[in-house]
């Protein structure tokens, strides 16, 4: 799915008004009304005080719009209008003279800090007053109003955004509206996925107002996000008549004294992920943990017992992953210019391996076209300088993806794929992945896609939703707590059968 700018969003809404024949008010009424069903739906009636608190603009409409259908269904609701401005959108004052109809009652209007009423944990808020439009910082008494808001500790819904949020860039005020929940309409923006913003949203749903199809099918986006159906599009069905040279003869170097494990658990992601051969290259000391933890795999020992110091001679390899447990000794760095010098197809860099290109920066040149580095956010810093906000961060990632011809994983509550110009945002996982050696599963699942002849993209955008995707299976049996890296490493291939299995896990 597509993440759109607020000016795409204001564009669908002009064409589908154009195209459909209907009037902004219509459309107004269509979004406002799957909102309140939304709510009927959950509430069924329940007399839960309701406030909402309308801006003067379209997103204060469709406040007025759920005000009216509440109160037309029994719901006990006061609606305030937070009078900032005279100014009133056409469709924000329809709806304030059929509400007055409707209701034979006014809004009552807020227009300084006194007027602010006093909010209950106890009642159902509705945030109905900046949505796509919000174009600056919030000022004044309506600070106020949102930090009464937040404070409430009452149920607050947002109405296609928090107020206070941009969609694709960073609010430098903490005026946000802090929400339990958000129905969006038709796209889901980019804040709700950075960490920087995406606590303001809580959980959310996005409501399908028929924005026009064609135009949504044809506008231009560099930012998508990826669910099941855009994850199962770009699987490649193992052929029945093929044997192991088919799926990949990967390489994954890496470990060091006492941190043996994490290419353990790369290699046994990678092997069930569909590798057809690995071969992990270690330092002397791994060899029986690996040969006894992993026995379909190969290995080649370094001459260091302790950590990689050097590359293998006379070995051919479809792709490497450089770096888990690897360590930043100087031998290691010798190690890793090596494989750069050698590699000539695509390769995968985590963990020490990036600390590495970090404190080496000439070795950054020498990464092959493709390559995919899969930063955590301490990495990344280290790896593109320090940044403002997220949105920076976005933009120096693809700078560096588009200098270096390289693919950034960016890892995270929401991973980001960043391909030049384009961000893939994940959606699988859950908060029982953050948990040690996950990264490094994470590795091995791409490595083995990249040696399985995925183009590099597609490697880490598929690896990285199947890794989520395993994570929320396990979670579903285990709970976040009970969830292990080694465990998402075991089963990686239900993943792959859930991917074109009907039920919603992720
Ligand atoms: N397809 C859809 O998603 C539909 C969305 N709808 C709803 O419409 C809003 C967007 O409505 P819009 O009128 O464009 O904008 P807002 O309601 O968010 O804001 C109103 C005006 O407020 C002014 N503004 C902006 N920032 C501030 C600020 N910090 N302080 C004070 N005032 C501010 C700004 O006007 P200016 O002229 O003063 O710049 C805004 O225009 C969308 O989110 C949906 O809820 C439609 O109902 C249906 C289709
Ligand atoms: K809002």
Not at 8 to 16: F, Y
């Amino acid at each position: 799915m597509k993440i759109l700018t607020a000016a795409q969003i204001a564009e669908g809404d002009r064409i589908t008004i154009e195209r459909q024949g209907i009037t902004s008010e219509e459309l107004m009424e269509r979004a406002g009304t799957l909102i309140f069903k939304q709510i009927h739906n959950r509430l069924q009636g329940a007399q839960i005080p309701v406030k909402i608190f309308c801006g003067i603009g379209n997103n204060g409409g469709d406040g007025l719009v759920v005000a009216r259908h509440l109160v037309q269904h029994g719901y006990t609701v006061e609606v305030y209008v937070v009078n900032y401005t005279d100014k009133r959108s056409d469709d924000f004052l329809n709806n304030y003279e059929k509400f007055k109809e409707t209701t034979k009652d006014w809004p009552q209007l807020i227009k300084e800090e006194d007027g602010i009423p006093e909010i209950d944990q106890g009642d159902f808020v509705i945030d109905a007053i900046f949505g796509i439009g919000l174009n600056r910082k919030i000022k004044g008494w309506m600070c106020k109003l949102i930090e009464r808001i937040n404070k409430s500790g009452a149920f607050v819904l947002a109405i296609d955004m928090p107020s206070g949020l941009f969609p694709d860039k960073i609010s430098q005020s903490d005026a946000i509206v802090h929400a339990d929940y958000t129905l969006s309409f038709q796209n889901p923006k980019l804040s709700f996925f950075l960490p920087d913003t995406m606590d303001y949203v809580g959980e959310f749903q996005v409501l399908d107002i028929a924005i026009d199809r064609q135009y949504l099918a044809e506008v231009k986006s560099e930012t998508f996000l990826v669910g099941k159906e855009q994850a199962k599009i770009l699987y490649k069905p193992r052929k029945p008549n093929s044997h192991k040279g088919d799926y990949g003869n990967i390489l994954v170097a890496g470990g060091s004294y006492g941190k043996m494990g994490s290419v353990l658990l790369t290699a046994t992601a990678a092997m069930h992920t569909g590798t057809g051969l690995c071969t992990l290259y270690i330092p002397e000391s791994g060899y029986t943990i690996i040969q006894t933890g992993l026995p379909e795999a190969m290995v080649i020992t370094d001459k260091n017992a302790k950590i990689l110091s050097d590359f293998p001679k006379n070995f051919k390899a479809d792709t490497v992953c450089f770096g888990p447990g690897a360590g930043t000794a100087e031998e290691t760095v010798h190690s890793l210019e090596n494989f750069l010098k050698k590699q000539k197809t695509p390769m995968l860099i985590d963990a020490d391996g990036l600390n590495i290109l970090s404190q080496h920066k000439g070795l950054q040149d020498l990464l092959p076209e493709n390559s995919i580095l899969t930063p955590h956010p301490g990495e990344l810093k280290r790896l593109l300088g320090k940044w403002k906000d997220d949105i920076e961060k976005l933009k120096l990632a693809k700078e560096f993806s588009k200098k270096y011809k390289v693919i950034i994983v960016i890892k995270g509550t929401h991973t980001m794929i960043i391909n030049r110009d384009e961000i893939y945002i994940n959606t699988s996982g859950n908060p029982g992945m953050a948990t040690a050696g996950s990264g490094d599963v994470l590795s091995g699942v791409i490595t083995s896609l990249l040696g399985q002849k995925y183009d590099p993209p597609v490697a880490a955008v598929l690896g990285v939703y199947l890794h989520g995707l395993c994570g929320d299976i396990i979670a579903a049996d285990e709970g976040f707590e009970g969830l292990t890296a080694g465990m998402i490493a075991q089963n990686m291939g239900s993943a792959f059968k859930a991917l074109f299995e009907n039920q919603e896990i992720a």
